[in-house]
């Protein structure tokens, strides 16, 4: 669900017209609607509310800082993979203690970082990563309180890209081998473990593949405790996946995946972290963009954006579909064409659809990408000397820009020519 709907053949997000936002900002851009952002934070915090638990977002789906501090005002916790990630979500006034540190590259100088700052748990995914945490915990003279990755090799069944509990991917250790790793982290100084932690990948849109994975959690959790550790937190990961309306697979509700938590690890007495990202983001956003030209090729259509692939390169990367509608509503008897939806980069994978029906447009227009809300801003860069687009934030009737374009002088001027030249 979402609160993007059309009003008298105006697409609005909550209580403000689209087109009014692409005047004032220009296109393209992105808009968030908190209405959508709070009420897929309050699923996940309702699906848990069987026991104590802690909904960590995943920061590195959408980490502008005033979604954070809109989500962590409603007391998420907050998932990060990096020192940059830690202080966005510090920057978001989001405590040390409802931080958890995942990734599977940790710096030294990121574990200072979190460490000296506040953070609730380190997720770590390997015995070098634990032996550098335990330097550098007694070096400053505190205890890092851990959770160690496990890889439980379970087909998430999602793209191979975004697969993570596989025994192939480079995520956490073999939990074949858990014992031994849990024995040693118990040996080294400056560490205690708290938990264990699972992510099998993201996108899923079926719950099987997190059963496995937290039934192999749960006899983990049993054998570690008779093996004398205080296990007394689950970092279950995220993952949850949204519909992107390409066919008619539903993924699970919040409410389906908090029951089967309960079912498989509930006995535990655990506390249970989730980290979703997608779910609370995903629908919360749109991207809009302005048609440059209506070009007719050999044999196809095209429909040249304003927008591309540095802007959202999803499609791009993981050939994913995003569903495009038209700013203002077509009259439903309107005849839809097949088009190529592109953007303006040199380059063929500048490509959001191929062949994607479409109600004629031309020159102007606006169209939205719906779901972009996820992985979307996040993962925009400059490639074409092209600026990061805007993000605008839309509550009730209120509109904010929270992140505005660069000028081109700004963008030049990040740039140095040494005297010698």
Same mark, same amino acid.
């Given at each position: 669900?979402?609160?993007?709907?059309?009003?008298?053949?105006?697409?609005?997000?909550?209580?403000?017209?689209?087109?009014?936002?692409?005047?004032?900002?220009?296109?393209?851009?992105?808009?968030?609607?908190?209405?959508?952002?709070?009420?897929?934070?309050?699923?996940?915090?309702?699906?848990?509310?069987?026991?104590?638990?802690?909904?960590?977002?995943?920061?590195?789906?959408?980490?502008?800082?005033?979604?954070?501090?809109?989500?962590?005002?409603?007391?998420?916790?907050m998932?990060?993979?990096?020192?940059?990630?830690?202080?966005?979500?510090?920057?978001?006034?989001?405590?040390?203690?409802r931080?958890?540190?995942?990734?599977?590259?940790?710096?030294?100088?990121?574990?200072r970082?979190?460490?000296?700052?506040?953070?609730?748990?380190?997720?770590?995914?390997?015995?070098?990563?634990?032996?550098?945490?335990?330097?550098?915990?007694?070096?400053?003279?505190?205890?890092?309180?851990i959770?160690?990755?496990?890889?439980?090799?379970?087909?998430?069944?999602?793209?191979?890209?975004?697969?993570?509990?596989?025994?192939?991917?480079?995520?956490?250790?073999?939990?074949?081998?858990?014992?031994?790793?849990?024995?040693?982290?118990?040996?080294?100084?400056?560490?205690?473990?708290?938990?264990?932690?699972?992510?099998?990948?993201?996108?899923?849109?079926?719950l099987?593949?997190?059963?496995?994975?937290?039934?192999?959690?749960?006899?983990?959790?049993?054998?570690?405790?008779?093996?004398?550790?205080?296990?007394?937190?689950?970092?279950?990961?995220?993952?949850? !996946?949204?519909?992107? =309306? #390409?066919?008619?697979?539903? @993924? *699970? /509700?919040?409410?389906?995946?908090?029951?089967?938590? &309960?079912?498989?690890?509930?006995?535990?007495?655990?506390?249970?972290?989730?980290?979703?990202?997608?779910?609370?983001?995903?629908?919360?956003?749109?991207?809009v963009?302005?048609?440059?030209?209506?070009?007719?090729?050999?044999g196809?259509?095209?429909?040249?954006?304003?927008?591309?692939?540095?802007?959202?390169?999803?499609?791009?990367?993981?050939?994913?579909?995003?569903?495009?509608?038209?700013?203002?509503?077509?009259?439903?008897?309107?005849?839809?064409?097949?088009?190529?939806?592109?953007?303006?980069?040199?380059?063929? !994978?500048?490509?959001? =659809? #191929?062949?994607?029906p479409? @109600? *004629? /447009?031309?020159?102007?227009?606006?169209?939205?990408? &719906?779901s972009?809300?996820?992985?979307g801003?996040?993962?925009?860069?400059?490639?074409?000397?092209?600026?990061?687009?805007?993000?605008?934030?839309?509550?009730?009737?209120?509109?904010?820009?929270?992140?505005?374009?660069?000028?081109?002088?700004?963008?030049?001027?990040?740039?140095?020519?040494?005297?010698?030249?």
């Open positions: 669900m979402d609160h993007f709907v059309y009003r008298e053949g105006r697409l609005f997000a909550e209580e403000v017209p689209v087109a009014g936002i692409a005047a004032q900002v220009g296109t393209p851009f992105y808009v968030y609607s908190a209405a959508t952002l709070a009420r897929h934070y309050r699923l996940f915090d309702e699906a848990l509310a069987w026991g104590p638990h802690l909904v960590c977002f995943a920061v590195k789906a959408a980490s502008n800082l005033a979604l954070l501090k809109l989500l962590g005002e409603m007391g998420a916790g998932d990060v993979v990096s020192g940059g990630e830690y202080r966005r979500a510090r920057a978001a006034g989001v405590p040390g203690e931080i958890v540190f995942s990734g599977v590259g940790k710096t030294r100088e990121e574990m970082l979190a460490l000296e700052g506040g953070v609730r748990q380190l997720n770590v995914e390997s015995e070098p990563e634990m032996r550098a945490l335990s330097q550098v915990a007694v070096a400053l003279g505190v205890t890092a309180p959770s160690v990755r496990v890889n439980p090799d379970v087909d998430a069944k999602t793209h191979a890209k975004i697969a993570t509990g596989k025994a192939e991917n480079k995520f956490g250790v073999p939990i074949a081998r858990a014992r031994e790793v849990y024995a040693e982290a118990a040996r080294l100084p400056g560490l205690e473990v708290v938990g264990i932690d699972v992510h099998i990948g993201s996108q899923l849109t079926e099987a593949p997190f059963e496995a994975a937290y039934t192999k959690v749960a006899e983990l959790t049993e054998t570690l405790r008779g093996d004398g550790h205080d296990i007394r937190r689950l970092d279950l990961g995220g993952g949850l !996946g949204i519909p992107y =309306a #390409r066919s008619n697979e539903v @993924p *699970p /509700l919040p409410a389906d995946y908090g029951a089967l938590i &309960r079912r498989t690890v509930g006995h535990l007495g655990c506390e249970i972290e989730i980290e979703p990202g997608r779910l609370i983001a995903g629908n919360a956003g749109l991207l963009s302005a048609v440059i030209y209506a070009k007719e090729g050999e196809r259509d095209f429909l040249i954006l304003d927008a591309a692939m540095n802007d959202l390169i999803r499609p791009a990367m993981y050939d994913a579909w995003h569903d495009i509608v038209p700013v203002t509503e077509a009259p439903a008897e309107a005849a839809r064409a097949p088009v190529d939806v592109v953007g303006p980069v040199c380059e063929t !994978g500048d490509t959001f =659809a #191929r062949g994607r479409l @109600p *004629p /447009l031309d020159e102007g227009d606006l169209v939205a990408f &719906r972009a809300g996820a992985y801003a996040v993962m925009a860069g400059e490639y074409n000397t092209r600026p990061l687009i805007p993000e605008v934030l839309v509550s009730g009737d209120h509109v904010a820009v929270i992140r505005a374009r660069p000028t081109f002088d700004e963008m030049l001027a990040r740039d140095t020519i040494p005297e010698w030249l």
